[in-house]
T-cell receptor, first 114, second 115 residues
Framework: AQTVTQSQPEMSVQEAETVTLSCTYD???????LFWYKQPPSRQMILVIR??????QNATENRFSVNFQKAAKSFSLKISDSQLGDTAMYFC???????????FGKGTHLIIQP | ETGVTQTPRHLVMGMTNKKSLKCEQH?????MYWYKQSAKKPLELMFV???????ENNSVPSRFSPECPNSSHLFLHLHTLQPEDSALYLC??????????????FGSGTRLTVV
């Protein structure tokens, strides 16, 4: 079975700090993408960043970057210079089994304090 | 605007009512999905449609009935629901769910309350 673990149910940091959200997963696939989604209070699930498993270079999108360790099946998200608008639930999503595409973790509730 | 539109945004219904949730995408995607998001639980996949054909039904009770008339539209028909069905229902679309999977685009969800 495909599994994903986000070990931090909630995190709180001050504005402008750097924060890292952890994610570990299990998959039997070899060629796949990994994703981080953000869900703010507006409920919209927004794609934050996508990593191609066959690429050694870690993906970066502005203030968001990942630390992808394929052998360890670890996929953490780093947010630099955090902003109040980063307050949201963050979901790690590796490939799921079957036809569903992705498996979602339970999420990390990130709170950015002013 | 994400390209996936869900209506209504909020819905309150009695246990004997019949209602429908609607999802529409104009991204040219071929697959559409219904997810249920309950408090403190991971997203639960309910149904998958690939090129209008249902390819996944994740042991969902028959009081939830999906319909996919074309690749751009997806409905979830609701009848005789239970209070535990209260949740956020998310629609998503993607290119065909082959491998590697390129990810979803989500709608804003319908917040359903069953009274």
């Amino acid at each position: 079975a495909q599994t994903v673990t986000q070990s931090q149910p909630e995190m709180s940091v001050q504005e402008a700090e750097t924060v890292t959200l952890s994610c570990t997963y299990d998959t039997s696939e070899n060629n796949y993408y990994l994703f981080w989604y953000k869900q703010p209070p507006s409920r919209q699930m927004i794609l934050v960043i996508r990593q191609e498993a066959y690429k050694q270079q870690n993906a970066t999108e502005n203030r968001f970057s990942v630390n992808f360790q394929k052998a360890a099946k670890s996929f953490s998200l780093k947010i630099s210079d955090s902003q109040l608008g980063d307050t949201a639930m963050y979901f790690c999503a590796p490939p799921g089994g079957g036809a569903d595409g992705l498996t979602f973790g339970k999420g990390t509730h990130l709170i950015i304090q002013p | 605007e994400t390209g996936v539109t869900q209506t209504p945004r909020h819905l309150v219904m009695g246990m004997t009512n019949k209602k429908s949730l609607k999802c529409e995408q104009h991204l040219g995607h071929n697959a559409m999905y219904w997810y249920k998001q309950s408090a403190k639980k991971p997203l639960e996949l309910m149904f998958v449609y690939n090129f209008k054909e249902q390819t996944e039904n994740n042991s969902v009770p028959s009081r939830f009935s999906p319909e996919c008339p074309n690749s751009s539209h997806l409905f979830l028909h609701l009848h005789t629901l239970q209070p535990e069905d209260s949740a956020l229902y998310l629609c998503a679309s993607s290119q065909a769910p082959g491998r590697p999977f390129y990810g979803y685009t989500f709608g804003s969800g319908t917040r359903l309350t069953v009274v």
